[in-house]
């Protein structure tokens, strides 16, 4: 028993979701920092103000993923999920332009980020639950061409409605017009785009699934562990647990005693909590015999993850740790960097602002371009030779902005954009089309949603210390976080020829 091969209407329509997704989620990356800096924050505090989000992503994608594996209603197992996560976004993106202070501002992006996060990583699930291997790789690249168009259109927003005569300043602690119309866009795609999805497309039935599952081994699987085998993996992770607890208490001590920068609190009470506390709870209830609860099933299948999943965990470190440096930096290094100005309130910092906007566009509109072509380059060379190629490509772009002294059209919102669209288009596919044929169906939410550790890890660990780099070394100069960054993804392509991806590839009509 195969899952039925599905055309090109109806795989377009299962992914048409991802295009109001990925106007919320470009909404917020190329205007948030812009919100931020609008309602007095310091160049310095702008990364932790970001922390919240991923943080909540971090926590919240795995339990998604856990649940809607084992979920079914009427409206199918995956589709509650990303409708409920689309009602809660598109209010959040209404309200986030009319933060009227810094901390309710930084609640908000939690609140958005939160929800974006409930309504997208279902959506890989769902490639993964409908089509048939051979398909897959198209799957994901109808989902980079939405999320590329999508992020392409809402990132020029700002710029269209401040053309139609919409103001694009305002007074100090207020949000332009331009931003937040653009937002009530965003919110307004949001919903309908996954409504047409959640209405249009249809998902398999549990006991099809298991069908499925039947005819296929499933390596991941380890069940009936016996008494003696939990109770020795439940002091191995005690025992891990106790070791990261302890590291990140003595972290949090150095930083208080040198009185180092608050930023880098994030990183242990990640520490203290993700790594210690966590492991300890597992460890004492599986020593309990306390087994048969969920908290213990993802901690076991975290440690029992497909072998491409650690290999793939660095090349997705390396590459998220560049692309939130770009994005909470961009804005800030462009209006600094090539503007020569801070002041919110200016002509040239909204100019600068703006212009970040259509470089962020750009680069949306050469990813959704370069969607359909990397399974072709994958074919004739290897999927990891592409993704090597396309992150080196994103990192030369990311190190270009420091050249740039002439903000031209072409200089600025084109060049260094081509190599990041490259490269983001890459990210959005080749990762997922070489771990989705390695999961087993009745897990794929859940590791789908472990995966995104290896994007939210890098994403708090850019916003703990990127801000005590560039502050403490490179004189609170912005644009020094994009080089890293741009470094950061060159690393990640050249670890991706590491990975051992033998699946053949085939490319559909």
């Known amino acids: 028993m195969e899952k039925r091969r599905l055309s090109f209407w109806q795989i377009w329509n299962m992914s048409f979701g991802f295009l109001g997704i990925q106007m919320g989620f470009a909404l917020q990356n190329s205007n948030v920092s812009r919100i931020f800096q609008t309602l007095g924050a310091d160049i310095d505090d702008i990364p932790i103000l970001w922390v919240a989000a991923p943080m909540t992503g971090l926590i919240i994608q795995p339990i998604i993923g856990y ?104 007074p100090l602690g207020i949000i332009p017009d331009s931003v937040k119309y653009s937002f009530y866009i965003g919110g307004v795609a949001f919903l309908i785009a996954v409504l047409w999805t959640v209405i249009t497309s ?49 972290f949090a001590f150095a930083i208080f005693h040198f009185e180092l920068k608050k930023d880098l609190y994030v990183l242990a009470l990640g520490l203290i909590a993700l790594g210690g506390l966590a492991m300890i709870i597992s460890g004492l209830m599986q020593k309990a015999n306390n087994t048969e609860n969920g908290f213990v099933t993802i901690m076991n299948d975290f440690q029992f993850m497909p072998k491409i999943m650690k290999q793939l965990a660095w090349v997705q470190f390396f590459s998220w740790f560049a692309l939130f440096s770009m994005w909470i930096y961009t804005t800030l290094a462009v209006t600094q960097h090539i503007y020569g100005t801070t002041d919110t309130t200016s002509a040239a910092y909204n100019t600068g602002a703006n212009q970040v906007g259509e470089m962020f566009a750009n680069y949306n509109l050469i990813a959704a371009l370069a969607a359909f072509l990397l399974p072709l380059l994958a074919k004739i060379t290897s999927r990891k030779f592409t993704h090597f190629l396309a992150l080196t490509l994103g990192g030369l772009g990311l190190i270009s902005i420091y050249f740039i002294k002439d903000p031209s059209t072409f200089n600025m919102e084109w060049l260094p954009m081509i190599g990041i669209g490259i490269a983001w288009a890459s990210i959005l596919s080749i990762p997922y089309a070489m771990l989705s044929g390695a999961l087993p169906s009745n897990k794929m939410g859940y590791y789908m949603g472990v995966f995104n550790f290896f994007i939210v890890i890098p994403q708090l660990v850019a916003a703990s210390i990127l801000g005590f780099l560039v502050s403490q070394f490179f004189n609170s100069e912005p644009i020094y976080a994009l080089l890293i960054g741009g470094f950061s993804m060159i690393l990640a392509g050249i670890i991706a020829l590491t990975i051992n991806d033998e699946s053949k590839i085939t490319i559909n009509d």
């Open 67 to 170: 649940f809607s594996d084992r979920t079914w209603t009427k409206l199918g197992r995956r589709k509650p999920y990303f409708l409920a996560g689309a009602i809660f976004a598109s209010a959040a993106l209404f309200i986030m332009p009319n933060s009227p202070v810094l901390w309710f501002a930084a609640g908000m992006l939690w609140i958005m980020d939160a929800s974006i996060n409930v309504s997208m990583e279902p959506f890989r699930a769902f490639v993964g639950d409908n089509l048939p291997e051979k398909q897959r790789t198209m799957g994901f690249a109808m989902q980079s061409f939405f999320i590329g168009i999508g992020a392409y259109f809402a990132s020029k927003l700002p710029l269209i409605l401040t053309h139609f005569g919409v103001e694009n300043t305002a």
């Open 202 to 250: 249809k998902e398999y039935s549990p006991e099809e699934l298991a069908a499925f599952e039947n005819h296929k081994k499933d390596t991941f699987e380890k069940e009936n562990y016996s008494t003696e085998w939990y109770q020795n993996n439940g002091k191995s992770h005690l025992n891990k647990g106790l070791i990261f607890f302890a590291i990140g208490i003595l």
